[in-house]
């Protein structure tokens, strides 16, 4: 499973663009990208989703390089409301019968600031 | 509405006694998962179960035990071996197309004094 590395936290103002990388030098071929969102008290939820390039829904974008040994989450003009911790994971993205142990690390926390 | 149901959102016990917690999912997911987390800390898996009438031990499953006798159901029991069981306790679920997206319960808080 390969290791990722995120900052620990950040701070932004209101209506600025976050972006928050996620270092995973040992990334496998197989593997794919993924952030989670998770408010306080509250269990984690799924935003996005990649392998490479660049992915959009209306919530993020997910920027990944050509090497895929690191991954951009970014959240444009954000609200008080994205205050939350931010989890990147990477790991196989079919079910291939094998179990893989889907590993939270501590995640960055962001603090959006009025 | 789908989702997963974890009840209660607080729980409180006494030291010594074991405790279950609820999980419930109408999403039709194979696989289900439970967490628990820290304070200030990520999610750490306790157990997890592909199938009905199977499970498998996470990496902090000492102290806890779980059964799956229903697609639809995947409870936890903290037993009194559990040296620090008071934490915030997360279940999920997964369908077989991807283990990366999988979706939340809202979470039980439980307090052991």
């Known amino acids: 499973l390969a290791k990722t590395t995120q900052p620990i936290s950040m701070d932004s103002y209101e209506g600025q663009e976050v972006n928050i990388t996620c270092s995973h030098n040992?990334?496998?071929?197989?593997?794919?990208i993924t952030w989670y969102q998770q408010f306080p008290s509250q269990g984690p939820r799924f935003i996005i989703q990649?392998?490479?390039t660049k992915v959009t829904n209306e919530v993020a974008s997910l920027f990944i390089p050509a090497d895929r040994k690191s991954s951009t989450l970014s959240l444009p003009r954000v609200s008080l409301s994205d205050t939350a911790v931010y989890y990147c994971?990477?790991?196989?993205?079919?079910?291939?019968?094998?179990?893989?142990?889907?590993?939270f690390g501590t995640g960055t926390k962001l603090q959006v600031i009025p | 509405d789908g989702g997963i149901t974890q009840s209660p959102k607080y729980l409180f016990r006494k030291e010594g006694q074991n405790v279950t917690l609820s999980c419930e999912q109408n999403?039709?997911?194979?696989?289900m998962y439970w967490y628990r987390q820290d304070p200030g800390q990520g999610l750490r898996l306790i157990y997890y179960?592909?199938?009905?009438?199977?499970?498998q031990k996470g990496d902090i499953a000492e102290g806890y035990s779980v059964s799956r006798e229903k697609k639809e159901s995947f409870p936890l029991t903290v037993t009194s071996a559990q040296k620090n069981p008071t934490a915030f306790y997360l279940c999920?679920?997964?369908?077989?197309?991807?283990?990366?997206?999988?979706?939340f319960g809202p979470g039980t808080r439980l307090t052991v004094t």
């Open positions: 999920a679920s997964t369908s077989g197309q991807s283990r990366y997206e999988q979706y």
């Open positions: 994971l990477v790991g196989d993205f079919v079910n291939s019968g094998g179990y893989q142990k889907v590993t």
């Open positions: 040992n990334i496998a071929t197989n593997d794919y």
């Open positions: 999403l039709n997911h194979d696989a």
């Open positions: 990649g392998y490479k």
């Open positions: 179960s592909q199938i009905v009438n199977d499970f």
